[in-house]
């Protein structure tokens, strides 16, 4: 384990997580020095989709991309996208097959902290509210997946990106990244040309403001409309 400016990343990047936020100082301690840094660069895999389980993945600064990929190999449907101080891979730490289900990718340079399969069960079996805090994030991530099944289901592609837009606008603000159109289609489930014919049509028709892969929402109100379908 590195010392100095890591070990203040490793740090705060546990203490802002859900799963360790309320470990006591002792067990915090523990699990810092157990855990490790791996820096990305964007593009750059964390993990692949069949890859033995080996950590638990905090990500520290940047952005990654959760995804499987189809059956062909030429369209990526993405689960999640994961910021500070988010985790990942700690559904599969529970799972009996240990192998990752999903690729991890970098979508911006980012660094992660890794945690230790054998250290996270260990903790499961000493610290019961470190439990309950693992099972409250793998039945958010559940609720994230049903939400996403449902929205392609149900929704056209036009609701769709309204109703991603305004969550991240109420999350981030004015001004929100956008991903490329390839990440943006995957997480709505469709291709990048419609994503691109849906922003343009939201622009013209003044509901959005674009500037630099940024995102004003302009006309709430319509977009609402929008979203609800």
Do not use: C
Request: avoid cysteine; hydrophobic fraction near 45%; charged fraction near 25%.
């Amino acid at each position: 384990m590195a010392t100095g400016d890591t070990v203040q990343l490793v740090h705060q990047a546990l203490r802002e997580n859900s799963l360790f936020a309320r470990l006591d100082a002792a067990d915090l301690e523990r699990v810092v020095q157990m855990a490790s840094v791996r820096e990305l660069a964007e593009g750059e895999a964390l993990f692949h989709e069949g890859d033995v389980v080996e950590h638990t993945h905090v990500v520290a600064d940047g952005l990654l991309r959760v995804f499987q990929v189809g059956p062909k190999g030429s369209r990526q449907l993405v689960l999640h996208m994961a910021g500070p101080p988010e985790s990942i891979g700690e559904i599969a730490v529970l799972s009996e097959r240990r192998h990752y289900p999903v690729t991890a990718e970098a979508a911006l340079p980012s660094r992660v902290v890794r945690v230790p399969r054998e250290g996270i069960l260990q903790l499961m079996e000493e610290r019961p509210r470190f439990t309950r805090a693992l099972l409250r994030s793998v039945s958010e991530r559940q609720f994230e997946l049903l939400l996403l099944l449902r929205r392609v289901a149900f929704f056209e592609v036009q609701s769709r990106l309204a109703q991603y837009l305004l969550e991240q606008h109420a999350t981030l603000g004015p001004g929100f990244p956008l991903p490329t159109n390839p990440e943006l289609a995957a997480l709505l489930g469709t291709v990048p040309e419609i994503v691109s014919r849906t922003l343009s049509r939201f622009y013209k028709q003044g509901w959005i403001r674009l500037e630099d892969r940024r995102v004003w929402v302009e006309n709430e109100v319509t977009l609402i409309a929008v979203a609800k379908g």
